[in-house]
């Protein structure tokens, strides 16, 4: 089945010039897609603004960054940060002198977080601080940022908040089995989502990675309803994740990482941009493919679908350049092992019956199960095998393509986007790569 909505052509028009302004929601840390569209917005001369999530203290209490920090994230983003802390979620939040969800977790243990339950009217109590906490916050930056950004400017809000989960040791052990397990340590993803620990975490998801879009919307209303009365335009992005097409024998289809926890989440972050976009609101959630980040490193097997973008590649009319992208990843392997057999291993791996299976776009977000860890995380396992070293991989040089196809096609796609929205598939990347390159 066919993602619905997805990118075909490169995007041709830019309304976005110098004077107009590029507003990062969310800090930046590390490699991640955020650093793609930042690039665009640094090349057609925008003024770069920013904000901070702020840092816990010893106590788990919420401050501002220090003026070191401060300045170490401003020139890290290369724009403006207004240090106001928008740390999302509720997980460390609560009525003063009561207990965090984090606190409810803390006596959580491998044998008995199935069976442990929470208190949901505190927990609600502790969401409405967290909520009305960050939503103050954002209104202190939205009054800030309306002195600042001129009539007439257009402007981009680019959402990059997402995750949520709360930092217990009981859930490490447990991802590890969930997302790494196979045989006997393997754990059944359904098994956390049916506990109060995994229904208080898809909550904070919520939060973390959809409800956020939605703050922002409401918490710029003034900025862009000034704009837009004086002739700028303003546009809203998000980072989605619903799978991606790949070249499958020969054909693009589309496939899915499994189990995507966030994956409701995700969905939620989507009706979101529908809602607004009912509204003449041009909110877009961009589906984009899977990559290696730092924060995606856990879930073992999300890399697999990397591969295949060698092959789009040069079925998007790819020369010498793609060919060169083919040589990079060639002297990253073992001597005598060749990337035409890691491909092979991989065609094996979507070819295979249990992997056809997960291949249902309409029952998107599906359960994990043991059959699909041993072949999902075994093939990851022998992929990785066939390097010279860890910390030099394929899918370290895909990923970085990835995030350098997606910046212009955000960019472009969002001066005038076609929907609320839209997929970004190993297709319309492999096309905007060689376009650049070519």
Not at 69 to 90: D, K
Not at 118 to 140: P, Q, T, Y
């Amino acid at each position: 089945m066919f993602a619905p909505n997805s990118l075909r052509e490169i995007p041709q028009g830019n309304i976005f010039r110098k004077d107009d302004y590029f507003v990062l929601f969310g800090e930046l840390f590390g490699r991640g897609y955020a650093n793609g569209l930042i690039n665009e917005a640094r090349k057609a001369g925008m003024t770069i603004i920013g904000i901070t999530v702020g840092r816990r203290d010893e106590n788990n209490a919420l401050r501002a960054l220090t003026p070191e920090e401060h300045a170490t994230a401003e020139a890290n983003l290369g724009g403006r940060i207004f240090n106001v802390p928008l740390m999302a979620g509720f997980d460390l939040d609560a009525p003063a002198g009561e207990p965090t969800p984090t606190d409810l977790l803390g006596g959580m243990t491998l044998k008995s977080w199935q069976e442990d339950k929470l208190d949901w009217a505190h927990i609600e109590k502790c969401r409405s601080v967290g909520v009305n906490r960050f939503k103050n916050s954002v209104s202190n930056v939205m009054s800030e940022l309306n002195g600042l950004i001129p009539d007439g400017a257009n402007a981009i809000f680019a959402h990059t908040m997402a995750g949520g989960i709360p930092k217990v040791k009981v859930f490490l052990a447990i991802a590890n089995r969930i997302y790494k397990g196979r045989g006997d340590r393997f754990l059944s993803s359904r098994a956390l989502l049916n506990s109060d620990l995994g229904k208080l975490i898809l909550m904070n998801f919520d939060e973390v990675t959809a409800n956020t879009f939605q703050y922002l919307i409401e918490g710029s209303s003034a900025i862009r309803a000034r704009l837009e009365k004086t002739g700028g335009k303003v546009r809203y992005t998000a980072y989605g994740y619903h799978g991606t097409e790949i070249l499958i024998e020969e054909q693009y289809q589309w496939q899915t990482y499994t189990n995507y926890t966030q994956g409701n989440a995700k969905m939620r972050l989507e009706n979101i941009a529908k809602e607004a976009w009912k509204q003449g609101i041009k909110a877009t959630v961009y589906n984009c493919p899977e990559i290696r980040t730092n924060s995606s490193d856990i879930f073992v097997g999300v890399e697999l679908s990397l591969f295949p973008l060698l092959k789009a590649l040069k079925k998007e009319l790819g020369g010498t350049w793609a060919e060169a992208q083919w040589q990079a990843c060639r002297e990253v392997l073992l001597e005598g092992q060749s990337l035409e057999s890691l491909l092979q291993k991989i065609d094996s791996y979507n070819s295979t019956e249990i992997m056809k299976s997960f291949r249902n776009f309409s029952a998107w977000p599906i359960d994990n199960s043991a059959e699909l860890a041993d072949v999902m995380i075994g093939t990851s396992d022998e992929i990785t095998q066939m390097h010279k070293s860890r910390n030099e991989l394929v899918t370290d040089i895909l990923s970085s393509l990835v995030l350098e196809g997606t910046g212009p096609l955000m960019f472009l796609e969002s001066s005038n986007p076609s929907a609320p929205v839209i997929w970004l598939n190993h297709d319309i990347i492999a096309k905007q790569l060689n376009a650049m390159h070519g």
